[in-house]
């Protein structure tokens, strides 16, 4: 199916049709029907007698008529489809068939001349349905091939003789090639029909999803008459059983087919009521949530996907700000631009047969006016939000990675140089064995640098822990609880290694809680948990202390907090007074 | 002794082959990273391999890797681990099979020339060297918890100079009293801390630091 973008905003101009025009259609119409009811009573053959042949004419004239109206409809309805032009070409059609029953020899020819088309006819106008073009060669070849072989085999075989004194096409007399002619003339038209049954059959499972449904049932019932016309045509060539039902039924099923179309059109005319549902709806249910359901029931179309455009980001997002990526021409989908005020607010994705009830779009676009704003601002702050998180993750990131560097550049300068030095002084000491004084203050020197060693490592320690990058956390945190001012339960259940940066916010955070613990918590014993869920990591420090800490009390629980947040997890801390205090920190991570 | 070293700061490289070779041990090879570490113990089969834990390419655990490679593919070697930071959970991970031929020591004791060829030779003679400060961790984490509060200040001394791998010589000469004074206060402080106290001083070592870690 091909699809195309179809901007709300950018259609092309469409040229709907003048007063005049459908005028001069709906009389020619009247005045066609007319003629060949009139021919039908005149006719000595059909009204002679109130029978089964009377009322077929009868029915010829209200295809006429019902397509060339039904055809008028759907022109001022839909300007844009094709659809009901051909439909009133349709109609015309079938009245020119009509004129076979005219006593004039001219009048007769031409309507014999175009007897087998109507069928190919109805074919045509079945495929060509809802837009009124064909889509593909393979379907302008079967209906190009049926209009041939409908008027090129039957002036052929008038030329045969056989159609009586009105035959003006008549050359020769020759019963026994006319109808081998009629064979092969009606199978032919009657294979056509069954490939255009199987064209819907593709179309429709090719779409993948059934159309919306009022769409579906027209086109089961065009696949319906299809079949009955190839039925009726066969039948009528080797003058098989059933030929009488199955022409009434054929009959019927035409003509109920613009009936069908036109409903299809009345019901999308209701379907506007479902814009009162849709306002109803949206009064409702306010969050905007709920706006993509009630849009996809205003326009009966269950697949719609809607996206709004963020103008700041140059992009379409859902309703949470991430960026989605719309159909484009040669997908399944059709897009529709909404725009209010001149600016760019949304998009529905949906079924094309919407595109045909273009006004229904326009009236539900409009009605849901309002409420797609708010959305889109919605989706735009939910982006904003989205961009925050992702910069302060940034921001948090590069901190870590610019103290991961300064702490490598202390353990690889400054302090190996102090070793060095240090190790330097050991060796001059030695030289001075005999010197008591330079060798105390070498001594005392070493210490000096020892104790400068001992400061650096806090330092180095501080900016970045080392052990987690290289080692992990498990390591890692077996220093911290060896350290902490009480006996320490640790258990680490984690599997692998967490990817860095969760690995050093855990590290922070159960070295800020234990070093709280010494400072504030008066506690005799402290649990550190880190175990590893189906979506991410908990990190739970536990003391039976006196409780009462809160994040406003120092800068570290806040700093915790921004770390585990940037990661997109949540820290939470309860510590009552006297109850002791815990902290649990929850951070997503990919399995 | 025979050592071969892996460190990548140029100017401790050269201080420690300086030191090793002042003290009559032979450094058969000093390099940079610890493929060419290995390749060496693999080929030249030292008494010891000094491995800083922070090697190149990546300065992140290559170090350890290789001292753990070794340990396992080369029991003769000794194994002594040179950190610039106090990780209990590295010097665990080093010793936690056994602690014979294998130590972890602060890379601040590399100046402190007597004990660190002490302590090298040491660990080339299938003893340990743990450096004190992880011994002191390890001793104030079961703080305020039973049997190690039950120890006088002496048995605390004793007990911390053998865990860092001194022999009961090693400790007389140290806090300067008897080798029988040692062995009689090693004695007392298996019994308060219910372990026995049979088998090798690696042995005993090892009992000790299990039971500090647990």
């Known amino acids: ?591 | 002794v025979r050592a071969v070293i892996a460190e990548d700061s140029v100017l401790l490289r050269e201080g420690v082959v300086r030191v090793l070779a002042d003290a009559g041990i032979e450094v058969v090879g000093a390099h940079e990273t610890a493929d060419d570490l290995l390749r060496d113990v693999r080929s030249r089969t030292p008494d010891i391999a000094i491995v800083d834990i922070r090697l190149p390419p990546t300065h992140s655990d290559e170090g350890m890797r290789a001292a753990l490679a070794i340990r396992a593919d080369h029991p003769g070697v000794g194994v002594l681990v040179l950190s610039q930071y106090v990780e209990v959970g590295l010097a665990m991970t080093l010793l936690a099979e056994s602690v014979e031929g294998a130590g972890y020591l602060l890379k601040d004791r590399i100046s402190d020339v007597k004990e660190f060829v002490g302590a090298v030779e040491r660990v080339a003679c299938g003893g340990s060297a743990i450096d004190p400060i992880i011994v002191s961790t390890l001793l104030s984490k079961r703080r305020g918890e039973g049997p190690l509060d039950g120890l006088t200040p002496r048995e605390r001394a004793v007990l911390e100079l053998m865990v860092e791998g001194r022999s009961n010589q090693g400790i007389a000469d140290r806090l300067v009293i008897t080798l029988r004074s040692v062995e009689k206060y090693v004695s007392s402080i298996f019994d308060k801390l219910g372990l026995p106290s049979g088998g090798t001083e690696s042995r005993r070592v090892l009992a000790v630091l299990l039971y500090l870690r647990s």
């Not at chain 1, 295809?63 to 659809?83: D, K, N």
């Not at chain 1, 210490?447 to 650096?456: D, T, V």
């Open chain 1, 1 to 591: 199916v091909a699809a195309s973008v179809f901007p709300l905003e950018a259609t092309q101009p469409v040229r709907v049709p003048k007063h005049a025009a459908i005028w001069t259609i709906g009389l020619a119409g009247c005045a066609v029907g007319a003629i060949s009811l009139t021919l039908a009573l005149t006719n000595g053959g059909i009204g002679a007698e109130l029978g089964e042949p009377l009322v077929i004419a009868l029915l010829s004239v209200w295809i006429t008529i019902a397509y060339v109206f039904g055809g008028l409809i759907a022109w001022t309805r839909r300007p844009a489809s094709r659809f009901g032009l051909l439909m009133i070409i349709a109609g015309f059609l079938m009245f020119v068939v009509t004129l076979s029953w005219s006593e004039n020899d001219v009048a007769y020819t031409v309507g014999q001349a175009f007897d087998v088309v109507v069928p190919v006819v109805f074919l045509h106008v079945f495929l060509a349905f809802p837009s009124g073009r064909l889509r593909g060669r393979f379907e302008r070849l079967l209906v190009t091939l049926g209009y041939a072989t409908a008027i090129v085999l039957e002036l052929v075989r008038m030329s045969l003789g056989g159609f009586g004194p009105h035959n003006l096409l008549e050359l020769t007399e020759s019963a026994g090639a006319a109808e081998i002619v009629r064979h092969v003339q009606l199978v032919t038209v009657s294979v056509i029909s069954l490939c255009g049954v199987g064209v819907l059959a593709v179309r429709r499972r090719r779409s993948g999803r059934p159309l919306r449904r009022a769409s579906a049932l027209l086109v089961d019932a065009f696949g319906l008459g299809l079949i009955m016309i190839a039925v009726l045509l066969v039948s009528a060539t080797f003058e098989g059983p059933w030929v009488a039902q199955v022409r009434w039924a054929t009959f019927i099923t035409i003509g109920l087919a613009p009936l069908a179309f036109v409903l299809g059109l009345l019901r999308a005319r209701l379907a506007q009521s479902a814009v009162g549902g849709l306002l109803v709806d949206l009064r409702d249910e306010t969050a905007p949530a709920h706006l993509r359901d009630a849009l996809a029931r205003a326009l009966r179309d269950s697949s719609l996907e809607l996206a709004f455009w963020l103008p700041e980001f140059g992009t379409y997002a859902d309703l949470d700000g991430r960026a989605v990526r719309l159909p484009e021409p040669g997908d399944e989908r059709m897009v529709t631009l909404i725009e209010r005020n001149g600016a760019r607010i949304a998009a529905i994705a949906h079924d094309p047969s919407l595109q045909d009830e273009s006004e229904l779009l326009e009236a539900v676009t409009a009605g849901a006016g309002i409420a797609l704003e708010n959305a889109q601002l919605h989706a735009e702050q939910r982006a904003h939000l989205e961009e925050l998180r992702g910069s302060r993750a940034r921001i948090v990131d590069a901190g870590r990675r610019e103290r991961q560097r300064l702490e490598r550049n202390l353990h690889d300068g400054a302090q190996q140089r102090l070793i060095a030095l240090s190790l330097e002084l050991s060796l001059l000491e030695e030289k001075l064995v005999n010197d008591a004084e330079a060798t105390a203050r070498l001594a005392a020197a070493r210490r000096q640098i020892g104790a400068s060693l001992e400061e650096l490592r806090e330092v180095a320690r501080g900016l970045h822990p080392a052990v987690v990058s290289g080692h992990g956390l498990a390591v890692a945190l077996e220093q911290l609880a060896a350290n902490a001012v009480v006996p320490v339960r640790l258990s680490v259940s984690i599997g692998p290694r967490l990817p860095e940066a969760l690995e050093v916010a855990a590290f922070y955070l159960v070295s800020e809680g234990l070093a709280n613990l010494g400072k504030h918590a008066a506690a005799s014993w402290a649990t550190v948990a880190v175990t590893r869920t189906a979506t991410g990591v908990v990190v739970e420090v536990v003391d039976d202390g006196v409780g009462g800490a809160d994040e406003s009390r120092g800068s570290g629980l806040r700093g915790l907090a921004d770390r585990v947040e940037a990661l997109g997890g949540r820290l939470r801390v309860w510590s009552p007074a006297g109850k002791g205090t815990r902290l649990r920190a929850e951070m997503p991570c990919a399995p």
